[in-house]
C-alpha cells in the first residue's frame, strides 16, 4: 500500500514543475537584472523547484487524508454503534466510502485493505497501526494506539472510539474553519507576489528606457539586488504568517 509520507512525481510532473522553475527564474533574470549570464546562474535554482513542489503536494494529499479518515472514523464508529462487529463495520463503511470519494479514494482503499486483512484473522489493532505508520498523520496513529489500548483493556470500546473520533472530527473541523477563514489572504498574497514584476513590464511598456540606469550601473545593480532580497524576505515572511497549525 501507498506511504503517504513520501510523494513520487511523476515525469510529466517533473518536466511541469522544471518548466515552471525555470519560468520564474527567467522572470526573476529579467525583471531584477536582464542578464543572459543571471538566468544561466539561476537555472540550477530554478530546476529545483520540482523538489519545492513535491514538498507542497504531499502536504495537499496529507490534507486530503485526514479529511477523509475524519469521515472514515465517523462512519465506522457509527455501524459499531449500531451494533456491528468490527468487521462487518469495516465493510459496511467501505460501501459508504465509495459512495462519498468512489472506489479509487485514499479512504476506501485503505479501508477495504484493512478490512481484507481483518479477514485474514490479523489483530485490528495491528493493521490500524501499520495504517498510521503509513499515513504519516498524527491522527491517524493517535486513533490506532487509542484503539489497541481499549483493545487491550477490555473496556467500552464503542464508547471510547467515539470519544476519539469526536475530539479528531472537533480538531479537522478547526483546521477546516482556519483554511476557509485564511482562503482569501492567501489568495491575495499569491497577488501580491506577482505585482512587483507587473509594476516593472508595466512601467517597460508605457515608458521604455525609464530603468536602464538600475540594469547598466554597478549601484543600479546593488539596488535592484537589495529590492530582490526583500522580496524573497517578504514571500518567505508571508508564507509563514499564513501557516497555521493546530
Not at 517578504?234 to 497555521?244: D, E, F, H, N, T
Request: aromatic share 12%.
Amino acid at each position: 500500500m501507498l506511504c503517504y509520507d513520501r510523494y513520487r512525481l511523476s515525469a510529466g510532473e517533473w518536466f511541469q514543475y522544471a518548466a515552471a522553475g525555470a519560468g520564474f527564474a527567467a522572470a526573476v533574470s529579467y525583471v531584477f537584472y536582464r542578464s543572459l549570464a543571471v538566468f544561466i546562474l539561476l537555472s540550477p535554482f530554478g530546476l529545483c523547484y520540482p523538489l519545492i513542489k513535491k514538498r507542497d503536494l504531499k502536504e495537499q494529499r496529507l490534507k486530503k487524508l485526514n479529511l477523509e479518515f475524519k469521515e472514515g472514523i465517523l462512519i465506522l464508529s457509527s455501524f459499531l454503534s449500531a451494533g456491528y462487529s468490527v468487521e462487518n463495520a469495516f465493510s459496511a463503511s467501505v460501501k459508504e466510502l465509495v459512495v462519498m470519494y468512489g472506489p479509487s479514494g485514499m479512504m476506501t482503499l485503505e479501508f477495504s485493505h484493512m478490512e481484507g486483512q481483518i479477514r485474514m484473522n490479523r489483530p485490528v489493532e495491528q493493521v490500524l497501526r501499520e495504517f498510521g505508520d503509513r499515513s504519516g498523520l498524527d491522527d491517524v496513529r493517535n486513533f490506532a494506539e487509542v484503539f489497541a489500548a481499549a483493545k487491550r483493556s477490555g473496556g467500552e470500546l464503542v464508547s471510547i472510539i467515539n470519544h476519539t473520533s469526536g475530539v479528531i472530527r472537533d480538531k479537522i473541523q478547526i483546521q477546516e474553519e482556519i483554511a476557509t477563514m485564511t482562503a482569501a489572504k492567501q489568495f491575495e498574497q499569491k497577488i501580491m507576489n506577482l505585482i512587483p514584476f507587473f509594476l516593472v513590464l508595466y512601467v517597460d511598456v508605457s515608458s521604455p528606457g525609464f530603468f536602464d540606469m538600475m540594469y547598466q550601473t554597478g549601484a543600479g545593480r546593488g539596488i535592484m539586488t537589495g529590492c530582490l532580497v526583500l522580496y524573497a524576505a517578504a514571500y518567505a515572511l508571508a508564507g509563514k504568517i499564513l501557516r497555521i497549525e493546530v
